[in-house]
């Protein structure tokens, strides 16, 4: 082997390896194949390049294990000691520190520092590249890399693609992470984000008019979107601008607001459209104030305060009271009025004789 540092070295056929330059990796030394021998009628072939044992045909030779004979057959020197294949691969084989299974005596094996690889097993851990002839860096976390990504791994990676992001190269940081401007996109649409708002959920960004279509409550009138604002009615969302009456169409919130028929309405349109007429004054029944309790009696309503005997004013809520076309009255006043064919009260016969006409009802809270 000669001193000259830049100068590959040599190395038999039945030792194979590969020398690296000690200024690349302090940690960097040689990395060996296995010495495969075969014992032959007259001698084998030690693993050191100048050792050779003879042996005649009346010595026998066994594998260390099993005690097969190995004349004329192939094995491993393991200790100084020869194995048949079989038992090298069963009781010796080392484990690959890449794919965890073991280095068979067939396949070639390559160490560096205590830790053992199939050929093919040792690449570069960020590019993949085969390593087997070609020099490397060895990571102080254990992981064997090419020159060129051992060079780079200090440098920031891009989240999205996990590539080296380059100094100089347009890229968004957010939360201590790093992209580059086209691998940050959205989560739904997969569309770059670049310089627009955006909401994240977790680890996922989305663009402002995907994350209002996934996430945003929608109204329950026109079924958009509510982005802002916006105002709740038992238990639904909606738009400000959506809640209105549905006459006028002045907004309804903070407002006094009656529904009727799924339809909102402001107290005037209310008394002016829908509201009932009271069969007293013949002004609309709000349900609002004064109004809040009415009397409802077949197809005619009151409000409480006007459903009182026509003759002695006498509120009927709650009252037995006689109806003389659209006039209430309560039973004094009827008899007295000559409506004793209605009901002959006081003396009139039992309630299930007493006239239709004489009735007890009671009031109704709310509009009707």
């Known amino acids: 082997m000669t001193n000259n540092p830049n100068k590959r070295v040599e190395f038999s056929s039945n030792s194979l390896g590969v020398w690296l330059p000690p200024s690349f990796h302090p940690s960097i030394s040689l990395i060996f194949f296995k010495t495969f021998l075969k014992a032959d009628m ?14 005649t045909m009346t010595e026998r030779f066994d594998c260390f294990y099993c005690r097969d004979n190995l004349q004329g057959k192939k094995y491993v020197k393991k200790d100084e ?24 005596a067939d396949a070639k094996e390559l160490t560096h520092k205590n830790r ?53 190269s347009k890229n968004v940081e957010y939360k201590h992470k790093v992209w580059h401007e086209e691998c940050f996109i959205c989560f739904e649409c997969k569309q770059p984000i670049r310089t627009q708002s955006f909401l994240s959920k977790g680890d996922e960004m989305y663009c402002t008019a995907c994350n209002e ?10 079924k958009e979107a509510i982005t802002s604002g916006g105002i709740t009615y038992q238990d639904q969302p909606w738009h400000s601008e959506c809640f ?7 907004p309804l919130a903070g407002a006094r607001f009656t529904a009727h028929e799924d339809q909102f309405y402001c107290v005037n349109c209310y008394k002016a459209d829908v509201a009932k007429k009271c069969s007293g ?15 409802n009696y077949e197809d005619k309503t009151w409000h409480e305060y006007c459903f009182n005997c026509k003759k002695c004013s006498l509120s009927m809520a709650h009252k ?21 064919a209605l009901c ?25």
């Open 42 to 55: 007259s001698y084998y072939r030690h693993s050191g390049p100048r050792s050779y044992l003879s042996s």
């Open 81 to 104: 000691k020869p194995v048949c294949v079989r038992c090298f691969d069963k009781l010796c084989a080392n484990t690959c520190a890449e794919c965890r299974k073991p280095i068979g």
């Open 116 to 168: 053992h690889w199939h050929e093919s097993c040792f690449r570069c851990a960020k590019c993949y590249k085969p390593l087997a002839n070609e020099s490397f860096a060895a990571k102080d976390d254990g992981k064997i890399m090419c020159g060129k990504c051992g060079d780079r791994d200090g440098s920031p990676r891009c989240q999205g693609c996990y590539k080296v992001i380059t100094p100089g």
């Open 213 to 222: 279509k996934k996430f945003s409550k929608q109204c329950f009138r026109c």
């Open 244 to 250: 209105v009456c549905n006459t006028c169409k002045k």
């Open 281 to 295: 004054c013949q002004n609309p029944i709000t349900g609002f104030g004064r109004g809040t309790n009415v009397v």
């Open 320 to 340: 037995r009271f006689v109806i003389n076309g659209n006039d209430i009255y309560c039973p004094d006043c009827a008899k007295k009025l000559g409506f004793a």
């Open 344 to 368: 002959a009260f006081p003396g009139c016969p039992d309630e299930s004789e007493r006239s239709h006409s004489e009735t007890l009802l009671d009031v109704t809270h709310g509009v009707q």
